[in-house]
């Protein structure tokens, strides 16, 4: 069946350092691709999307590309902030398959001061 | 435009007991997804409602049930629980307008069974 696969974390930076949190995925097809960000207390909040294969998505900040050669959607931002904290999921879903989203196991990020 | 909305927020119910749970989707969207959230399993799928027919289902007992009212609110229900349904319980909804299938969440509903 379809899978995402998170590096594990907690991912500790400081301020202003470089973020990536690699994703990866199986599936048969070519799914939509997203990531969701799940502050403490709070639900899900779609952070971004890529549709098709290239395609980039960005928001705050925060980038990911669709590479379907490598079937990965790392998530990249270039400085992190204390307010970036948070558990972060990788997710895939078909379009025409309803609407259920497969995720990964999420990645917690820790910014410090 | 008012977001997801679900209640209670928080909940607690002894092993054996039946639970029901609310969501409010945002206003227009007619698909509710629910999905059960814990620290063992991750964020695991429950089932799908679109236009009041439950249109996915994923692998969890019958003890797990659904159903979506004609306004597109729906509710879930939990029978005979057990200490493992502890979970943080969220519901998300889509218009299906576009062909993204994007999502929005509610804040969910922390269920602790005792």
């Known amino acids: 069946g379809d899978s995402v696969t998170q590096m594990e974390g907690p991912v500790t930076l400081s301020e202003e350092a470089f973020l990536t949190i690699n994703c990866t995925y199986t599936?048969?097809?070519?799914?939509?691709l997203f990531w969701y960000v799940q502050y403490p207390g709070e639900g899900l909040q779609l952070l971004l999307k890529?549709?098709?294969?290239?395609d980039k998505g960005s928001n705050k900040g925060f980038e990911a590309t669709y590479r379907k050669e490598t079937t990965s959607f790392h998530l990249e931002k270039g400085s992190v902030q204390v307010s970036d904290s948070a558990v972060y999921f990788c997710?895939?879903?078909?379009?025409?398959?309803?609407?259920?989203?497969?995720f990964g196991t999420g990645t917690q990020l820790k910014v410090e001061l | 435009k008012a977001g997801v909305t679900q209640t209670p927020r928080y909940l607690i119910k002894t092993r054996g007991q039946q639970v029901t749970l609310s969501c409010s989707p945002i206003?227009?969207?007619?698909?509710v997804s629910w999905y059960q959230q814990t620290p063992g399993q991750g964020l695991q799928f429950l089932f799908e409602?679109?236009?009041?027919?439950?249109?996915n289902k994923g692998n969890f007992p019958g003890r797990f049930s659904g159903r979506q009212f004609s306004n597109s609110r729906s509710e879930m229900n939990v029978s005979t629980l057990e200490l493992g349904d502890s979970a943080l319980y969220l519901c998300?909804?889509?218009?299906?307008?576009?062909?993204?299938?994007?999502?929005?969440f509610g804040p969910g509903t922390r269920l602790t069974v005792l």
């Open positions: 599936a048969t097809g070519y799914p939509s």
């Open positions: 997710a895939l879903s078909f379009t025409g398959g309803g609407n259920k989203l497969t």
């Open positions: 409602y679109f236009s009041e027919t439950q249109r």
């Open positions: 998300a909804s889509s218009s299906l307008a576009g062909l993204y299938n994007e999502q929005f």
């Open positions: 206003s227009g969207h007619r698909s």
């Open positions: 890529a549709t098709k294969a290239d």
